[in-house]
């Protein structure tokens, strides 16, 4: 049994460095039938983008702007060449980011990452990525089914339920954030129903630290972390190697320097920027906001891409909880819905090996009917449930920061 999922994966980097650049000037070309991508690229020759330095200097797309950009040209900013109706089904992220679903068997490229933690075709695999509205279920799912595995589309919660299906199918792989990974393994432990069958799993969309990671070991399960997004699927995944994760093929990576669109030296962190080559769906440097770094060498897998450390925070504030991005427009509208609160500042920290999160909130004499209506508006507004303290006025740094990720990612 082949340990690569193709060819393309041990190709010699040159190679494939080549591949990509000859590439560019037709996806540049696609993008310019789009409108939004039109004015965003304005004067800009195909032709020319021919090489990672031709590359850097065009503008980048932030993924933080895009709210603003698909309201102000909805659904999707101008950025999509073909017409809407010609997609076959959409979805949405908080933002709220809407996006088209990726065509073919595996067009969100997470097949490759699933293949590499081994999972193989008649696997059953139980996927707790949600399925409503999200991608992420959606993801997993086509993935998984690329490689001919049946899929449990169990998506989060409903931990009971989820053990009745565990029981009753067996599924031997697992694809969901590690937190819910633990929140199942245990309850079944107390359950007392004898061995997990869960032997394999992927995770992502939430902290996996190393005291987790050693953990979910122990419990004889294989682990590889995917690194994903929601606009264009499986960015790096994780091999049995756990030397920092693969660069996917089709995925043009950069490295820059936050705030500025420069690439930074290897090794250096800098902010994720991306560039995809699905001509339907064409990104052209997407900074994503997340942190990471080039790995120097390549990996003992085998595999000849380039290598990132995984993902190391947040460019800018926005940071994800549970899976879910928590963003400072939210906590503006929190304030918006409660005028008795002065400064507001969102901590995020970790339960045990649970993402938690605090809302710390500047207000007059203490107000327990208050707090319970902030934590209420918490709920609705992230999809997230997070305690409320509130806090004496002044307490509260004058730093504008509304959103702290008080967690270590070492």
């Known amino acids: 049994m082949s340990e690569f999922y193709d060819k393309l994966e041990t190709r010699d980097p040159a190679e494939?460095?080549?591949?990509?650049?000859?590439?560019?000037?037709?996806?540049?070309?696609?993008?310019?039938?789009?409108?939004?991508?039109?004015?965003?690229?304005?004067?800009?020759?195909?032709?020319?983008?021919?090489?990672?330095?031709?590359?850097?200097?065009?503008?980048?797309?932030?993924?933080?702007?895009?709210?603003?950009?698909l309201k102000a040209e909805p659904p999707f900013g101008g950025l999509l060449p073909e017409p809407v109706a010609s997609y076959a089904r959409f979805s949405v992220s908080p933002g709220p980011l809407f996006q088209p679903e990726a065509d073919g068997p595996d067009g969100w490229r997470v097949a490759r990452g699933l293949f590499a933690a081994g999972i193989r075709k008649g696997d059953i695999v139980l996927n707790t990525f949600a399925y409503h509205l999200t991608p992420g279920g959606l993801m997993l799912d086509q993935g998984a089914r690329a490689l001919g595995c049946p899929v449990i589309a169990a998506g989060p919660g409903q931990t009971e339920q989820q053990l009745v299906l565990i029981e009753q199918l067996r599924p031997v792989a697992y694809t969901g954030t590690p937190d819910f990974l633990k929140i199942l393994r245990d309850a079944w432990v107390a359950a007392d129903k004898g061995e997990f069958p869960i032997k394999k799993a992927v995770v992502s969309g939430a902290a996996f630290p190393p005291s987790l990671q050693a953990e979910v070991k122990s419990w004889g399960i294989d682990t590889c972390q995917i690194y994903a997004v929601a606009e264009l699927g499986g960015i790096a995944y994780e091999t049995p190697a756990h030397e920092g994760m693969v660069v996917s093929e089709d995925i043009l990576l950069e490295i820059v320097k936050p705030g500025t669109g420069d690439p930074v030296a290897d090794g250096e962190v800098g902010e994720v920027v991306l560039t995809s080559f699905d001509l339907r769906r064409p990104w052209v440097r997407l900074a994503v906001g997340d942190l990471s770094a080039v790995l120097a060498g390549r990996s003992s897998c085998g595999r000849t891409n380039a290598r990132i450390k995984g993902w190391m925070g947040r460019a800018d504030q926005t940071t994800k909880v549970k899976g879910m991005f928590v963003r400072p427009e939210q906590i503006a509208e929190i304030a918006k819905r409660h005028p008795e609160l002065s400064r507001l500042r969102l901590v995020v920290t970790r339960d045990g090996e649970t993402d938690a999160m605090v809302l710390r909130a500047e207000s007059g004499p203490q107000n327990f009917a208050l707090a319970e209506k902030v934590a209420e508006s918490v709920q609705a507004i992230t999809k997230l449930k997070g305690?409320?303290?509130?806090?004496?006025?002044?307490?509260?740094?004058?730093?504008?920061?509304?959103?702290?990720?008080?967690?270590?990612y070492s």
């Open 387 to 408: 305690k409320v303290e509130l806090v004496a006025q002044g307490s509260l740094p004058n730093d504008g920061k509304v959103i702290e990720d008080a967690r270590s």
């Open 16 to 69: 494939r460095e080549r591949d990509l650049m000859a590439r560019l000037p037709a996806l540049i070309a696609a993008a310019l039938r789009a409108p939004g991508w039109a004015k965003h690229l304005a004067g800009v020759d195909p032709a020319k983008i021919t090489s990672r330095e031709a590359l850097a200097k065009l503008r980048l797309l932030r993924k933080s702007d895009l709210p603003a950009l």
